[in-house]
């Protein structure tokens, strides 16, 4: 189970905005490097300057993913399919997780490495799911912990840090476990693309 599988009724609920964006000119890579853009200042405002509010990122990942699914739709919906589109949609998205989990690992009491295995797994993930197309399956995107789970794991602890302004010392082993969540995300996708090919099971 995965916070993914919402994705159908959040999208019919944008479908009237997709529909204007596509009457006014908005291409869906416009909106794909324009999400990518904004997640890469924010991650670094946040680790440059300790100023800046991490209840930001909690906004910025909900819009975020209003973002991602805007694009697609005006890809899949209004012809803007294209195959740049297809490398910026996955590579933007491995980009900007990672600007915005970056600035996690200078803030007491996580570590470097719990979110270095994050940001690395996590990428790891998203390439499972892309590899499992290459093989003739469909792109893969089963949990526990895929993007939609991270952004709501992240987006708890950045709105803690940003409300409560400290963390207990064991907050790091909540890091910990969102990444071996994602290690097991990586085993799933590879698990379930294998199966698909067997026709175990049906494409999601």
Not at 13 to 30: D, F, K, S
Not at 97 to 118: E, R
Not at 196 to 201: A, H, I, S
Request: glycine residues 6%; aromatic residues 10%; hydrophobic residues 55%.
């Amino acid at each position: 189970m995965s916070i993914y599988s919402l994705k159908p009724r959040f999208q019919a609920l944008l479908l009237p905005l997709v529909a204007r964006l596509h009457t006014a000119g908005v291409t869906a890579n416009q909106v794909t490097v324009a999400a990518c853009t904004v997640s890469v200042l924010l991650g670094f405002a946040l680790t440059a300057l300790p100023t800046v509010s991490f209840v930001l990122i909690p906004i910025w990942m909900f819009v975020r993913m209003a973002l991602n699914a805007v694009d697609g739709m005006l890809a899949r919906e209004f012809g803007h399919k294209s195959v740049l589109g297809a490398y910026l949609n996955e590579l933007t998205d491995v980009i900007s997780d990672a600007a915005l989990y970056l600035p996690f690992a200078f803030f007491a009491p996580f570590s470097v490495w719990s979110v270095a295995a994050v940001i690395f797994l996590s990428a790891l993930s998203e390439m499972a799911g892309v590899i499992a197309q290459t093989t003739g399956a469909s792109r893969r995107y089963d949990g526990p912990m895929g993007k939609s789970d991270r952004a709501f794991a992240f987006g708890a602890l950045a709105l803690w840090i940003g409300v409560v302004g400290t963390l207990p010392a064991w907050a790091d082993a909540l890091m910990w476990i969102v990444a071996l969540l994602t290690a097991a995300t990586v085993f799933n996708r590879v698990r379930m693309g294998l199966k698909e090919l067997n026709g175990k099971v049906d494409k999601t």
